[in-house]
């Protein structure tokens, strides 16, 4: 195989594919990136970690047909550091030689009959979304995916697609998130009705799509196969194995009865549990006490931890309806739903001291968003 890639068209390939790249083991084979000649002009790049997989065809001038693979990290930095114009040239004893102007390297390559086979890449139900609104919803609720969860479906976000919404949720056990938003969205049956797609995407494939989508209101084409869920970019394609199963019934965790409300500006709740965290993750006698104390009381919410050697304390003007409650919860889970959150003020509700804590919009009629999480008990404080 010879082949002459422009340099920027090839590393443009290579840096997504990335994402599909075995990190563990020893296989040799899914830590490559195989290269497969199209005609005379045309090269398709493919990445398959058997889990997710990412696949394109670029431009390139084709000397000599072949397919091969070649280790995924070593072409990538090899690409970045050539002056110009890259020339693959792979000898009968698969030797690899990568050259640009003067430059010149030598890499060991294997056969790509021994790359794994990909799966069919297409399936009948399907979406457009803009990638900006995929992305943020995400980003908004991968923190609370579950990982190593008995219950396998916990260890994925699970998407709903109802006519022309798509909403993400995800639970671990400690913590909930759940985020929808109303989009324009390409989701019809043939005769025109709106498709109902649900589908379960493992939390280790989550930040892969969140690296593909493009900060842009350019759509992106999703379509669900039978085991995986393929997202179509540009001439390029990312899939996932998706989870097999049905998700939890997740509304019935979801508190129902608040009697305890509290409207708060989001921005001084997040940085006053940034400070709390200084004292949270402190290691004191070889342990870490990692939660917070929220204690409300009139118009304030007080925001307290004491370690041994350490303390912190905060307060924050509110709006409160019903008893005082004073409440305790892992800092970072906490801090983490505040993260995501980007609306000015939220709403706190309470019920008892063991009972999780809803954070919702403040208007009734936004169901934007709705996280939940857990406290602990006081013995753990």
Request: charged share 25%; glycine share 4%; aromatic share 8%.
């Amino acid at each position: 195989m010879k082949v002459v890639f422009d340099k920027h068209i090839l590393l443009n390939a290579i840096i997504p594919a990335m994402s599909a790249v075995s990190t563990k083991g020893e296989n040799k084979v899914l830590q490559g990136i195989r290269l497969k000649t199209i005609d005379s002009d045309k090269c398709m790049i493919s990445t398959f970690d058997v889990e997710k997989g990412f696949q394109t065809i670029i431009d390139a001038d084709v000397q000599r047909p072949g397919c091969f693979i070649i280790n995924a990290n070593k072409l990538l930095n090899i690409t970045r550091n050539m002056p110009s114009d890259i020339t693959v040239d792979v000898s009968d004893k698969n030797v690899a030689k990568i050259s640009s102007g003067n430059s010149k390297f030598e890499v060991v390559c294997i056969e790509g009959s021994q790359f794994p086979n990909m799966p069919e890449l297409s399936g009948d139900y399907c979406f457009s979304v803009s990638q900006k609104t995929l992305k943020k919803l995400i980003a908004q609720t991968s923190f609370a995916v579950a990982e190593n969860n008995q219950k396998l479906q916990l260890n994925g976000a699970y998407f709903q697609i109802r006519e022309e919404n798509i909403k993400i949720v995800a639970l671990d056990g400690f913590r909930f998130a759940q985020r929808y938003e109303d989009c324009e969205m390409e989701n019809h049956n043939e005769d025109g009705s709106y498709m109902n797609l649900n589908f379960i995407i493992a939390r280790k494939a989550l930040p892969e799509i969140q690296k593909f989508l493009l900060d842009t209101d350019e759509k992106i084409r999703v379509v669900r196969g039978l085991k995986h869920i393929m997202f179509f970019r540009d001439n390029m394609i990312f899939f996932t194995r998706q989870i097999d199963g049905e998700y939890l019934e997740y509304e019935r965790f979801i508190p129902k009865d608040c009697p305890i409300e509290v409207e708060i500006p989001v921005s001084s709740l997040r940085e006053s549990l940034e400070r709390a965290m200084l004292v949270t993750e402190d290691s004191d006698a070889g342990r870490v006490k990692s939660s917070v104390t929220l204690n409300v009381y009139g118009d304030s919410l007080k925001i307290s931890c004491i370690s041994v050697v350490n303390k912190v304390y905060d307060e924050i003007p509110c709006k409160h309806t019903g008893d005082d409650i004073e409440i305790s919860f892992n800092c970072r889970f906490l801090l983490d739903a505040f993260r995501a959150i980007d609306a000015d003020t939220v709403r706190l509700g309470f019920s008892t001291p063991l009972s999780s804590m809803l954070i919702s919009p403040v208007s009734d009629e936004d169901r934007s968003f709705l996280y939940f999480v857990f406290p602990v008990r006081p013995s753990q404080n």
